[in-house]
């Protein structure tokens, strides 16, 4: 059985206004200038396109058109806290989810004691450190602000446990599934402006991309990225179907792009050398938000066990008796 993984019409359009909307509301330079801060106004209009809803009750589409929405935001590095809102957004109760997909509320989605864009959030979601449990929560205590690579507004506190949430598993899934497509389309732009910057930067009276040392990794980067891609588009059509085993597609695609884009990171800081890793270079903008969104929760604590479980072979009954 093959599966056709390209887009339909309507998920390209899709992809393709949301790259639009990020050219023009938040290109490289607003991003730099962001430092990977909320920007709000940008926030609520991306909320207002439908994307912040995509798969929940108020919104349309499945995890395919997340997805596509998700590698069009990678491709641009745009910032905020994505991951978490797709995950909020499938296990908050409705007033709450609500106001988060329409930008007017942020999430912080943690597990104590780091707690992401707290400074900013309205709504806490504390989720247990397997992945498998989650409850609407509140801070305990006054939050200290912490300092992150990505710049992004990150709390250190306590939090105290509300009510338990529904629907962690299938939120666990989406939240996987769109770190994935989004880490893939990041590491991907990353690779191609260090190949460019190959093709044109000389040593010794030749470009540097001409150089296996240079090529090859590259090379190696790309192909790692391309699949990390498809294992997203994968889950998210496992998902969309209803396959029992989505959610360990997910879990696939979350580890390999995480590895993939964090790869990515330093095979371009070789090849961008010393302004790759400078404020002002081509590449800082985009390896911190890779750094960042792999890190950030919820965190992978529950994918390793799930992919060994649903795609380790069946061991022969003979294997028992080999020494």
């Known amino acids: 059985m093959s599966l056709d993984l390209d887009f339909d019409d309507g998920q390209q359009a899709l992809a393709d206004a949301v790259a639009q909307f990020c050219r023009d509301r938040c290109d490289d330079d607003a991003v730099r200038a962001q430092a990977g801060a909320l920007p709000q106004a940008a926030w609520r209009e991306l909320a207002g396109l439908g994307v912040l809803g995509i798969g929940v009750p108020e919104g349309e589409g499945g995890a395919l058109e997340l997805a596509a929405a998700m590698e069009a935001l990678g491709q641009a590095v745009f910032p905020g806290p994505l991951v978490a809102t797709v995950f909020a957004a499938r296990v908050l109760p409705e007033a709450e989810r609500r106001r988060v997909v329409a930008g007017e509320s ?5 597990t104590p004691p780091e707690l992401p864009f707290a400074p900013l959030a309205d709504v806490f979601v504390e989720v247990d450190p397997s992945g498998e449990r989650a409850w609407l929560a509140a801070p305990s205590s006054s939050l200290e602000e912490v300092a992150t690579l990505g710049g992004e507004p990150w709390g250190r506190g306590g939090l105290d446990r509300g009510v338990e949430l529904l629907g962690v598993s299938a939120a666990m899934a989406a939240a996987d599934v769109a770190r994935a497509a989004y880490l893939a389309a990041a590491g991907r732009r990353l690779i191609e402006d260090a190949a460019g910057h190959a093709r044109v930067r000389k040593q010794f009276g030749r470009a540097i991309g001409e150089f296996q040392a240079v090529a090859h990794p590259l090379a190696d980067s790309a192909i790692a990225l391309d699949g990390a891609r ?27 792009a995480v590895r993939a884009a964090v790869d990515a990171i330093h095979v371009a800081h070789q ?9 002002e270079g081509p590449a800082f903008h985009v390896t ?8 950030a929760p919820p ?18 009954p003979s294997a028992e008796a080999r020494p």
């Not at 998210?236 to 997910?250: K, S, T, V, Y």
Request: aromatic content about 6%; overall charge positive.
């Open 106 to 110: 942020v999430a912080c989605v943690a």
């Open 230 to 256: 498809i294992l997203s588009r994968s889950a998210a059509h496992w998902l969309d179907a209803g396959d029992e085993a989505g959610a360990a597609w997910a879990s696939a695609a979350r580890l390999s």
């Open 271 to 279: 090849v961008f050398g010393a302004i790759g890793i400078t404020l």
């Open 288 to 295: 911190r938000r890779i750094r960042q969104v792999a890190s």
């Open 299 to 316: 965190s992978d604590a529950g994918a390793r066990p799930a992919v060994l479980a649903a795609f380790n072979p069946i061991p022969h």
